[in-house]
């Protein structure tokens, strides 16, 4: 039995869950809605939904190695979805370098990286952008991978440097450093 997915997934008193027939695979669709939005996830077939008491939980119908990776995986899926309609999630990324800053225009986040132009980054739809301090950028949304998908997105366009430490960061992340040729040379 998988670890993850057999635990129960909690139901908040604010989310509302629906299990559905059909859906993308021909077998069932969980529709998670809450006071920050709506997802929605098709489940393969095997893989069994049932909703009662308040709380969810996954069975698959043998223990076919596809179906016992699938039975993990959808759990964590449906709970995200949970936590991600009541709660939301939220990531952090910190500009460092002289010059380089980031300002929201509309639905575009323009970024100065020391480039001979700035990025024009459009955001997609479910996503939330609050820029302060020109170096703080805050994402937020209800989907935890499109939220990590954007954060990768726009740290990659400027990865922090490991010489003098610019670049675009998560917040809180150490930046191993290098000697410089300066220091490597006075021997």
């Known amino acids: ?16 869950v629906q299990v559905l027939s059909g859906g993308e695979f021909g077998n069932v669709e969980v529709v998670v809605k809450g006071p920050k939005g709506e997802l929605k996830q098709s489940i393969r077939k095997g893989i069994d939904v049932e909703v009662k008491d308040g709380f969810m939980t996954l069975k ?5 190695r596809h179906l016992r990776a699938y039975h993990g995986l959808y759990r964590s899926l449906i709970n995200n979805m949970v936590i991600g309609v009541s709660k939301g999630f939220v990531k952090e990324l910190e500009i460092v370098g002289v010059g ?5 225009k509309g639905n575009v986040l323009e970024l100065s990286l020391g480039l ?10 479910g ?20 939220v990590g ?6 740290r990659a366009l400027k990865k922090p440097e490991p010489y003098k430490g610019k670049g675009i960061r998560y917040k809180g992340e150490q ?11 006075t021997t």
């Open 116 to 125: 001979t132009h700035p990025i024009e980054f459009d955001i997609p739809e």
């Open 60 to 64: 698959r119908a043998n223990d076919d």
């Open 175 to 185: 930046v191993r450093r290098k000697a410089g040729k300066a220091v490597a040379t």
């Open 100 to 104: 380089y800053k980031a300002v929201l």
């Open 149 to 154: 998908e954007v954060v990768a997105t726009i």
């Open 127 to 146: 996503i939330t952008i609050n820029v302060s301090d020109n170096t703080q950028i805050k994402i937020e949304g209800i989907d935890k991978h499109l």
């Open 1 to 16: 039995m998988s670890r993850i997915g057999k635990q129960p997934i909690k139901i908040e008193n604010n989310v509302e």
